[in-house]
DNA sequence: GAAACCTGAGCGTGATATGAA
DNA sequence: GTTCATATCACGCTCAGGTTT
């Protein structure tokens, strides 16, 4: 018995192959294939036989040029946001259940958003879902008018037609203000905010801090560095206030990543966290909950994000309307672990 | 002028449609979207521009259908590695250089390694390229049958037949008698092994921590803890070594994740790295480069085991024969950072 | 003869129409 | 009428082979 499938030449058996094998029509087979009905038990049970003895397997593109519908749903993420990857795990998940396949394409260093989409669009994916895309909205709103788009993490100003990108998101600016009520509530008042620049969320999780320091009375210490969404930027941030300037008792970071350069810039200057400074990330990736640190953060729930973007697309795929809201905003919730602390 | 392309219903528009609207045949459109030669320049540019006007977007999955060619490879990898994030990214450029197409399928919890080959095999890929493949060496011998199969940090028993999986690796064992060697230059003695368990490379490394420590004479020093490719697992062996028996001077992780982990507990539990312990981890990740403390760790060549394996699914889809070698062997660079010093 | 173009066939499926038990 | 099975076509594209300048 040999493990190679018996095929004819070099080629990969098809349908047909199958077919001859069991003595029935490749319709037949691919009744059998699908799982639909129209094929005897006994009959059935030979050709899938037959499929197994040779080494079968559908053909998906084949499949797909076919049938109209394709249930491929296609994703964009970045290859290096840990809070991505956590993304991903939950989209295929709630695609899986939704009876739909999943296209990645990879944002990476030499591979644009704008070819990540593009290879998706190739795919005949009938919706896409983007997470934390980049591009100017204008595009997002062009390519919406071609097939159904769901942003996940970036937050969009609805679109007048109706037609526009839809949103799935966590509530930023909920988030900046529960970090910062909770450094206030362990009596810190000099709170400073690594932001985002940029990056998708970044302008609300400003907009919170800023709110929760007036609301607090701490209007007089708003502080905003420059930052991003990498360890890099986070770094380069906390360089800058051990270098210059009076020191704060804590950081908001934009994120986890940004979160774990300010802590890396912190420890090798010898400022203790948190006994000199409290820092609060954003995200509760991995990184957050595993790196040395248990860093505070504020939690992102990543699974409902997921189930609600590919509710969303499948949702809009079937019915083929607009929905009512274009938005869905999930609440945060403040992880506190081990990287806050009353201020010295 | 509007942004959404004019197509007659709701179906996306394709050559026909094409060729329709620059009176040509459908044919030549094929040639000018291929950018093959056989047409004219005023003819190319009428057709480029009436693609352009519809919107039209050639349908990969058909074009594969037809041509014999996919000039697709199948990626297989662990969403929440960051080392195969940064193979990830090298994979794309090299497949990219060779005009090959990428096809991602990830594992990750509730997507076993089945799962993820399954989709790629009905994709219709070319060749399979395998990052940290754990199914077993059966199981890959199995698919080289039907494919061209590279692992990449897997290492495989040489396959008899000589149509089994090829390998792509770095030196494991060397990568850890450079550690080894590394720790003992600067004193130590006490060094211990948090190995890998059944991981890609676990053997290897631990086998290389071994052959080093005897050839230094440390051999009444060898300690081997169980361990993984994860942070949990270095973190469980590390709790091991702070509660019972006694400490080493060093530690050698079997990764940066694992490495990590060990890091974690020993910081949350008063050890200090690297006064009280110093410790090293393997990889060279993103994880080591930027989080808080510096890693010292064994670099992979992540760009050239990218290349390599690209290198060699193509080779062996283009030339159908077995290669000479079945193993490419990658040497490793240790890479000193802040985790190492001399013992206490 | 070469360049520019077209015709026709078929890749491996899925869906429809139709027939036989 | 229901169940099982088949023949036939179309999906969107590429390619081999033809025809015309």
């Known amino acids: 018995m040999s493990l190679t499938p018996a095929v004819p030449d070099g080629k990969r058996p098809t349908l047909a192959d199958v077919a001859a094998r069991a003595g029935v029509s490749t319709a ?50 970045a290859l290096q946001h840990p809070f991505h990857a956590d993304l991903v795990e939950g989209v295929y998940a709630a695609a899986d259940a939704a009876g739909y396949q999943i296209a990645l394409s990879a944002v990476a260093a030499g591979r644009s958003e704008q070819r990540a989409v593009e290879t998706l669009l190739a795919d005949r994916c009938e919706a896409l879902i983007l997470l934390g895309p980049q591009v100017p909205a204008a595009r997002l709103a062009e390519l919406a008018g071609q097939l159904p788009v769901v942003s996940v993490a970036r937050r969009l100003r609805p679109s007048g037609s109706g037609s526009g990108p839809e949103v799935v998101r966590t509530a930023d600016d909920e988030g900046a203000r529960q970090a910062v009520d909770h450094l206030v509530a362990l009596g810190h008042r000099d709170v400073v905010h690594v932001d985002g620049g940029r990056a998708p969320g970044a302008a609300d999780r400003r907009r919170g801090y800023r709110t929760a320091m007036n609301r607090h009375g701490l209007g007089a210490h708003l502080r905003v560095l420059p930052g991003g969404p990498t360890e890099e930027a986070g770094a380069a941030a906390a360089r800058a206030l051990v270098t210059a300037g009076p020191r704060p008792t804590a950081v908001l970071a934009f994120n986890d990543r940004c979160a774990s350069g300010v802590l890396d810039v912190f420890l090798r200057t010898g400022v203790t966290v948190p006994g000199d400074v409290s820092v609060v990330g954003f995200d509760d990736s991995r990184l957050a909950r595993l790196a040395h640190i248990g860093l505070t953060t504020v939690g992102q729930d990543v699974s409902r994000l997921a189930r609600l973007a590919v509710g969303r697309a499948v949702a809009r795929v079937e019915s083929g309307a607009a929905p009512a809201a274009v938005e869905d905003v999930v609440p945060p919730r403040l992880v506190v672990r081990g990287t806050t602390a009353p201020p010295p």
Chains 1, 2 share one sequence.
Do not use: W
């Open 28 to 77: 037949l087979v691919s009744i059998v294939m699908r799982d639909a009905k129209g094929a005897g038990a006994t009959t059935r049970e030979r050709v899938l036989q037959a499929a197994r003895e040779i080494g079968y397997r559908p053909d998906a593109r084949a499949r797909l040029l076919r049938s109209r519908r394709s249930r491929l749903l296609g994703v964009q993420f």
